[in-house]
T-cell receptor
Framework: DTGVSQNPRHKITKRGQNVTFRCDPI?????LYWYRQTLGQGPEFLTY????????KSRLLSDRFSAERPKGSFSTLEIQRTEQGDSAMYLC????????????FGPGTRLLVL | SQQGEEDPQALSIQEGENATMNCSYK?????LQWYRQNSGRGLVHLIL?????REKHSGRLRVTLDTSKKSSSLLITASRAADTASYFC??????????FGGGTRVLVKP
């Protein structure tokens, strides 16, 4: 069973550096979501794609954040000029066209900005 | 921002006991879902209840929804040590993005 995969699982970086995370959704899931989760809190929505189109972005997604899903399959989330406040777990989820309400989450990428 | 609050924030019970947690939300919803998260891992979907439903069962899980009070409850019956996790409610609205609560941390002691 191939679920949602995310790479890397962990990333440690220095403040000011750029980082990029990758999400591979479940095959043929047309929707892909990014969330951010800080310690002790629930996940917060960042953005989502339907196929290759980015349909909504949260106000949490500052100009330093950019997400892409160029071919409607995998997605990347890039954070430029990282800040210590960006330290969090970044979760990706996908959902199928016929049951879009249910999202299947990946294991997340844990980012630590020093 | 978080949609609502979960109560209690933490819960400790003995194996075999029932665990009940509540979730309140603020805006109109299409559905409400419950997810489980084991320490430091991704979320696992448990159950979804639509806004026109009042109660739903799945195995040892029972979910209720009261849209007039904007609240939901999750009951886990006959808990097991493997149920130890954080439980999050999430409301789904237009576009199906989920808005999560802060979670309830459940510890089931053997």
């Amino acid at each position: 069973d191939t679920g949602v995969s995310q790479n890397p699982r962990h990333k440690i970086t220095k403040r000011g550096q750029n980082v990029t995370f990758r999400c591979d959704p479940i095959s043929e899931h047309n929707r892909l979501y990014w969330y951010r989760q800080t310690l002790g809190q629930g996940p917060e929505f960042l953005t989502y794609f339907q196929n290759e189109a980015q349909l909504e972005k949260s106000r949490l997604l500052s100009d330093r954040f950019s997400a892409e899903r160029p071919k409607g399959s995998f997605s990347t989330l890039e954070i430029q000029r990282t800040e210590q406040g960006d330290s969090a777990m970044y979760l990706c989820a996908s959902s199928p066209a016929d049951r879009q309400e249910t999202q299947y989450f990946g294991p997340g990428t844990r980012l630590l900005v020093l | 921002s978080q949609q609502g609050e979960e109560d209690p924030q933490a819960l400790s019970i003995q194996e075999g006991e029932n665990a009940t947690m509540n979730c309140s939300y603020k805006t109109s919803i299409n559905n409400l879902q419950w997810y489980r998260q084991n320490s430091g891992r991704g979320l696992v979907h448990l159950i979804l209840i639509r806004s026109n439903e009042r109660e739903k069962h799945s195995g040892r899980l029972r979910v209720t929804l009261d849209t007039s009070k904007k609240s939901s409850s999750l009951l886990i019956t006959a808990s097991r040590a493997a149920d130890t996790a954080s439980y999050f409610c999430a409301t789904g609205a237009a576009g199906n993005k989920l808005t999560f609560g802060g979670g309830t941390r459940v510890l089931v002691k053997p």
